[in-house]
T-cell receptor, first 115, second 114 residues
Framework: NAGVMQNPRHLVRRRGQEARLRCSPM?????VYWYRQLPEEGLKFMVY????????ESGMPKERFSAEFPKEGPSILRIQQVVRGDSAAYFC?????????????FGPGTRLTVT | GENVEQHPSTLSVQEGDSAVIKCTYS??????FPWYKQELGKRPQLIID?????GEKKDQRIAVTLNKTAKHFSLHITETQPEDSAVYFC?????????????FGRGTSLIVHP
């Protein structure tokens, strides 16, 4: 049973380019969450999605960031016109429908470096 | 919004000692409190969690306590081992859309010396 998959694991972008981060949830999980982790800091919630719906985007920056979780395929976190401050590790997590457990299973993360 | 404070930021103990990490939160609506362990360069992994209707929970060498009135919760690790060395994050979670959204503390780097 494969865990949460993220790709790429490392991504280098020049300032002004676009970054696309992908997340495939665990089998049977319908909830996806994205987090950002800056060096020496904790995880910051960005967005929570279910298939074809954004449920909670209270942690998303207002500009340049967007997320989707289409009916088919992985969830995508897109960062347009990247700046140096976007350099961070981006983790996604997935969970089952609420009820039996609230545990979120994390992927290995994508380390984004903006040069 | 929720604010979670976590202390200490670094904790160094000898193998076999106990380790205690403390967190406080601000939003009384938070009612689910997971703890995650993150080894260097790895993904965070849930080690224990507690719901707001429970005051204490134990799993082998790990225990968590919750004081809802004072809005603080703690992680206790007994008989520490070198493999317990990692960064530990607490979180206070609020309900949203059928799930829980955590606000994490800044983490505690636990170092267990053999």
């Amino acid at each position: 049973n494969a865990g949460v998959m993220q790709n790429p694991r490392h991504l280098v972008r020049r300032r002004g380019q676009e970054a696309r981060l992908r997340c495939s949830p665990m089998k049977g999980h319908s909830h996806v969450y994205w987090y950002r982790q800056l060096p020496e800091e904790g995880l910051k919630f960005m967005v929570y999605l279910q298939k074809e719906n954004i449920i909670d985007e209270s942690g998303m920056p207002k500009e340049r960031f967007s997320a989707e979780f289409p009916k088919e395929g992985p969830s995508i976190l897109r960062i347009q016109q990247v700046v140096r401050g976007d350099s961070a590790a981006y983790f996604c997590a997935s969970s089952r429908l609420a009820g039996s457990t609230y545990e979120q299973y994390f992927g290995p993360g994508t380390r984004l470096t903006v040069t | 919004g929720e604010n979670v404070e976590q202390h200490p930021s670094t904790l160094s103990v000898q193998e076999g000692d106990s380790a205690v990490i403390k967190c406080t939160y601000s939003d009384s609506a938070s009612n689910y409190f997971p703890w995650y362990k993150q080894e260097l360069g790895k993904r965070p992994q849930l080690i224990i969690d507690i719901r707001s209707n429970v005051g204490e929970k134990k799993d082998q060498r790990i225990a968590v306590t919750l004081n809802k009135t004072a809005k603080h919760f703690s992680l206790h690790i007994t008989e520490t081992q070198p493999e317990d060395s990692a960064v530990y994050f607490c979180a206070a979670s609020r309900e949203s859309g059928g799930s829980y959204i955590p606000t994490f503390g800044r983490g505690t780097s636990l170092i267990v010396h053999p």
